[in-house]
């Protein structure tokens, strides 16, 4: 069972969208370069549908929990759905409009929502199991072509299954996305003045995400801790339609998926940055900064899609111009003449020869000198 710390689908959803937040997120300027085609973002959740505005561009995986039997139909999930239309959604048919529109999501089902028993406490979520769906889809979506990977809702404890699988998808040059969590309100967060820690997101290397709400102030319940590096719109945010219904969603999951395509924008106008890079161009484009720079509500602040494409350009041309001679230093080495053979050197004898001749000749005339000052 997947240890999650997932609000309930009905705190999430809301009838009656607010103003489209796309514009905080600077995608107009980041559109008129890229829309993410050909990039594939893989949705860690639950089984993504296929309404108009991603029609085409979703590809299912396997079921992932676990839980299904040969011959069980593997339903599709609203929320799920409404989430892959904030990563990639084309508005089509006055569905969700995502940041990256052209984009294809790989859908991974890792849960099934709402989970069952609700709320886990962190302080009950513990052990060591030896996989878990979230481990297991990390590596399926790395080893299907998945460039950005969007985990919006994580679990408690560090687990090594899942420590292991995100390194495996960050060697392999795979960005990672995570919500930071949405217990910022829980009594446990009021009291310790922090929120516990939610994974992938607390991992090193994952873009750890807060939500905020239209003023850049972090939403309410959203998850305060170092684990968040960048922040985005997480409050009442316009998705797509369910049951003839305009719907709007909050929390740090919608807030994942909006970065999720903007990460997509990264790679595909340059997919040679490393994942390491794509995060450093985003963090050092948020705004406006908090005013040490960083605290742990909104990370570096929010983040900008324009401003992230200019800075990731920026990196691609500094990586261009400092080229590493990777062979010379960490290969063989520059080639050696190799051993001498022992014995004399004809040039080294000619040499000191001479010098001696002529050194000889000087103390000679010295001497001459000398001896005829003194008759």
Do not use: C
Request: no cysteine.
């Amino acid at each position: 069972m997947l240890r999650a710390a997932a609000l309930a689908v009905a705190a999430l959803l809301a009838v009656a969208a607010a103003p489209a937040p796309l514009d905080d997120l600077g995608v107009d300027a980041a559109w008129a370069k890229t829309k993410g085609a050909g990039v594939t973002v893989a949705l860690l959740h639950d089984r993504v549908g296929e309404p108009a505005e991603l029609k085409g561009r979703v590809v299912q995986a396997p079921d992932m929990t676990g839980t299904l039997f040969e011959g069980d139909e593997m339903r599709t999930n609203d929320y799920s759905t409404v989430l892959a239309g904030l990563v990639a959604g084309n508005g089509t048919g006055g569905g969700g409009q995502g940041t990256a529109p052209e984009a294809t999501v790989l859908s991974v089902p890792i849960t099934s929502m709402p989970l069952e028993g609700g709320l886990v406490d962190p302080e009950d979520a513990q052990g060591t199991p030896l996989d878990s769906p979230i481990a297991r889809g990390v590596r399926y979506a790395v080893n299907h072509g998945a460039q950005v990977i969007v985990v919006p809702m994580g679990i408690f404890g560090v687990g090594r299954v899942e420590r292991d699988a995100v390194a495996y998808a960050l060697q392999r040059d795979v960005v990672i996305v995570s919500g930071a969590g949405d217990i910022g309100q829980w009594p446990s967060s009021t009291a310790n003045g922090t929120s516990y820690w939610q994974f992938p997101a607390g991992f090193p290397g994952v873009i750890g995400v807060a939500a905020v709400d239209d003023a850049g102030v972090r939403a309410p319940g959203s998850s305060d801790n170092l684990s968040v590096l960048v922040a985005a719109p997480g409050v009442r945010i316009p998705a797509g339609r369910v049951g003839g219904r305009q719907l709007a969603v909050n929390g740090t999951q919608a807030a994942s998926a909006l970065v999720g395509g903007v990460a997509a924008l990264i790679r595909a106008e340059y997919p040679r940055l490393p994942a390491e890079l794509v995060a450093r161009s985003m963090s050092d484009s948020a705004g406006p900064h908090p005013g040490n720079g960083y605290d742990d509500k909104v990370g570096f602040g929010v983040v900008n899609a324009g401003r992230a494409l200019s800075r990731a350009g920026e990196l691609a041309r500094y990586q261009e111009a400092v080229p590493v001679a990777g062979d010379l230093y960490f290969g063989g080495g520059p080639k050696s003449d190799g051993p001498r053979p022992p014995g004399p050197d004809p040039l080294r004898l000619w040499v000191f020869g001479t010098v001696a001749v002529l050194s000889l000749a000087a103390f000679g005339l010295l001497a001459g000198l000398l001896a005829r000052r003194r008759r």
